[in-house]
């Protein structure tokens, strides 16, 4: 899980870039980029909590 939502964020943080540098400004997008990083970064301090112990599930 730790890998994939690390992946996500890394993936959303190049298409928010790619977004921002546009050429044509009318040219809508329809993905949030920000929330799917902010999600992924979550998901990804979460995991890394649990692995390292600093979490427990009991």
Do not use: H, K, Q, Y
């Not at 690390?6 to 993936?11: E, N, P, Q």
């Not at 009318?26 to 979460?46: H, K, N, Q, R, Y």
């Amino acid at each position: 899980m730790c890998g994939l939502s690390g992946t996500a964020a890394v993936i959303a943080e190049v298409g928010n870039r790619r977004r921002n540098n546009r050429n044509d400004i009318e040219d809508v997008g329809f993905m949030p980029w920000s929330t799917i990083t902010a999600v992924s970064l979550l998901t990804f301090g979460i995991s890394i909590a649990f692995g390292l112990g600093f979490i427990s599930a009991e």
